[in-house]
């Protein structure tokens, strides 16, 4: 089984909401990650989660804020967006972060208004 | 961020056709990975490339591991409507900073 789930699938939300995107894993995986995808381009890494603490921040804004609640979930906080934030959301987990494979969830297309 | 040269940008092809896809580096990579990505999907790990020479296959698909760890290939023999789609080639360096590198993408459009 190499399946993580990502809900919800579609987001629309306006400048001044606060919602959350949900990514969980069943594979043992120690390591997740959170990507940004624009259309056409590959996925830019944002945040990495390694054995449940914040390993990594590619300088992402405050208005985006991740939690790794236990080893099977990553949820990513948001709140105050801009539309330049509409996107493809990805997660992606794998064995640890000393290179093992990563596998990618389906992804949230998340549109702010 | 950094991100790896592949090549070509895209490809329209018949049905049947064979295709092949490269990705180059200036930075050694201890992984190659490659994706398939459907529009509004997550990429779908296709093969995954561990040592320098290593020649995969799965299925239809091929891919190896250059000699020099720089660069790395992907063949799709006789294509089919459903490989249509953008595949992106990754890298990774291992140790501390294990980030997944990224290729361009190519465009792949597979006419029946």
């Known amino acids: 089984d190499t399946e993580v789930t990502q809900t919800p699938k579609h987001l629309v939300m306006g400048m001044t909401n606060k919602k959350s995107l949900k990514c969980e894993q069943h594979?043992?995986?120690?390591?997740m990650y959170w990507y940004k995808q624009k259309a056409k381009k590959p996925p830019e890494l944002m945040f990495v989660?390694?054995?449940?603490?914040?390993?990594i921040n590619e300088s992402v804004p405050s208005r985006f804020s991740p939690e790794c609640p236990n080893s099977s979930l990553l949820n990513l906080h948001l709140h105050a967006l801009q539309p330049e934030d509409s996107a493809l959301y990805l997660c992606?987990?794998?064995?640890?972060?000393?290179?093992?494979?990563?596998?990618f969830g389906p992804g949230t297309r998340l549109l702010v208004l | 961020g950094q991100q790896l040269n592949q090549s070509p940008q895209s490809m329209f092809i018949q049905e049947g056709e064979d295709v092949s896809m490269n990705c180059t580096s200036s930075?050694?990579?201890?992984?190659w990975l490659w994706y398939k990505q459907d529009p509004g999907e997550g990429p779908v790990l296709l093969i995954a490339?561990?040592?320098?020479?290593e020649l995969t296959s799965n299925g239809r698909l091929t891919a190896q591991f250059g000699i020099t760890r720089k660069d790395s290939f992907l063949n799709i023999s006789a294509s089919i409507p459903s490989d249509v789609g953008i595949y992106f080639c990754?890298?990774?360096?291992?140790?501390?900073?294990?980030?997944?590198?990224f290729g361009t993408g190519t465009l792949l459009a597979v006419q029946p």
């Open positions: 490339l561990y040592k320098a020479g």
């Open positions: 594979m043992g995986h120690r390591a």
């Open positions: 930075s050694i990579f201890n992984t």
């Open positions: 989660y390694s054995y449940e603490k914040l390993s």
């Open positions: 990754a890298g990774q360096s291992g140790g501390a900073t294990n980030k997944l590198i």
């Open positions: 992606a987990s794998s064995q640890d972060f000393s290179g093992e494979t990563q596998y």
